[in-house]
């Protein structure tokens, strides 16, 4: 038999008399832990959903990677490059890519007649895929983009519709002006989407492929590059070392110099933003570390003093002190353990009320979401869990040796 783990359920659970004056601190020790992993729990799904969300919508208008040409990454002109069907399908065979598809970028003026904005418009091929941006419409659908003949769709942003007084099925003359002059194109609202991301929002509309590249006077098989899905987000260097490998500093047939960039090289600002998150998740994660061990080691305290005269007892029984240090810790365990399951309840619980509700709104000027997002994360829950089992032990194993101190004679007398 396990002598401490006897005695420790004895004492949890009332059954060896007492005073029970440790009722209030094991309630009070037990609702530090549950609050300290409650919060835990929340403010690293609250981390994990709004770097994923906003990491999502980056990566919705620039792909992984972009494969274009070298002088449009020192620029911000764009400059054109040779991408056909071949090369298209020469990008999609890279291990780990998972889609592959073309586009255009041009500037220009949409003008209306109360009011003009300047845009950048992007135009895509038939082989783009509309997923993100049709989870994103908030009016309208999306046409089917084409390379080789246009009826001037555009897709707008609410915050351009706003600005403009535009309405699906409405049209607008867009201007456009290069080293030949001014170009204007009537064009047909068919969509409007919101991302609640400002540098999107305010300039980027979409429209076909083929009219971005004729605005351009580009070639047939010119576009402005090509963007390259992955998989895992993790896995995105190893990708591009792979790309760089396959078509970087090679030449298309115009003589123009292929490279390419990851996302994180496209948007530095915006994912070193995300990153500084981390910080602030690990000084929340230790301050509620902090509060249940010190919670802990107080309860313990109060504990220890109230069975004085029963460690008197078992070491005039001959007990050693390790069996009552012992003792002690296996109490401990039990009152984690209950707190680590009330804490599991309230945070998982908080966490999925959110994301089912989304009862807590913010402002998506300010965070880019309209409401808080929340990721749960099963493993990170399980290891959060486990790591604060083995911290706030570890912290009592100090308290615990008070024990020692307590003389049987002085103890079976103590009131």
């Known amino acids: 038999m396990n002598l401490p783990l006897f005695l420790s359920r004895r004492i949890y659970h009332g059954e060896s008399g007492g005073r029970n004056v440790s009722r209030p601190a094991i309630r009070i020790a037990t609702i530090g832990v549950a609050i300290g992993l409650a919060v835990m729990i ?22 992984h990677i972009q494969v274009q040409n070298i ?28 889609h592959a598809e073309r586009y255009a970028n041009t500037q220009g003026i949409l003008k209306t007649d109360n009011d003009f ?14 997923h993100f941006l049709a989870s994103c419409l908030v009016e309208g ?17 609410q915050t351009i519709s706003q600005k403009l ?17 001014v170009r204007a194109r009537r064009f047909t609202v068919v969509a409007i989407y919101q991302t609640s991301m400002k540098r999107f929002d305010d300039v980027i509309c979409l429209t076909d492929l083929y009219a971005t590249r004729k605005l351009n006077g580009w070639f047939k ?21 792979k790309v760089v490998e396959t078509v970087n500093r090679t030449l298309d047939r115009y003589k123009n110099t292929f490279s390419s960039q990851t996302i994180l090289e496209v948007y530095p600002q915006v994912f070193s933003w995300l990153e500084l998150l981390d910080l602030n998740v690990w000084i929340i994660l230790g301050l509620m570390v902090a509060l249940a061990g010190i919670t802990m080691i107080s309860g313990l305290l109060i504990i220890i003093l109230e069975r ?23 109490f401990s365990v039990f009152i984690i353990g209950r707190g680590l399951l009330w804490g599991n309840l309230l945070g998982i619980g908080l966490v999925l009320l959110q994301q089912y509700t989304g009862i807590v709104t913010l402002d998506p000027q300010t965070y880019y979401v309209n409401k808080a997002p929340m990721e749960l994360s099963l493993p990170l829950v399980f290891v959060l869990n486990v790591t604060t089992m083995i911290i706030c032990v570890l912290v009592l194993v100090g308290p615990s040796y008070m024990t020692s101190r307590i003389k049987p004679a002085s103890a079976i007398r103590y009131e």
């Open 165 to 181: 007084g535009l309405k699906t099925g409405e049209r607008v003359f867009a201007y456009f002006i290069d080293e030949d002059g």
């Open 221 to 241: 098989d010119q576009c402005s590059g090509a963007e390259l899905s992955i998989a895992n987000f993790d896995e995105l260097g190893e990708v591009n070392d």
């Open 141 to 157: 659908e999306l046409p089917q983009f084409c390379d080789t003949a246009t009826t001037y769709p555009i897709v707008i942003s």
């Open 308 to 330: 004085t005269q029963m460690i008197g007892l078992l070491k005039a029984m001959g007990a050693q002190n390790s069996t009552i240090r012992n003792t002690f810790l296996w």
């Open 71 to 98: 002088l449009s990454q020192s620029t911000s002109t764009d400059y054109p490059v040779c991408i056909g069907d071949s090369m298209l399908q020469v990008l999609s065979d890279i291990e780990g890519v998972t």
């Open 42 to 63: 929340v403010t690293v799904s609250v981390v994990l959903g709004f770097k994923h969300t906003i990491r999502d919508k980056v990566v919705g208008f620039g792909a």
């Open 117 to 130: 904005l300047g845009i950048s418009l992007k135009g895509v091929g038939p082989e783009y895929d509309p």
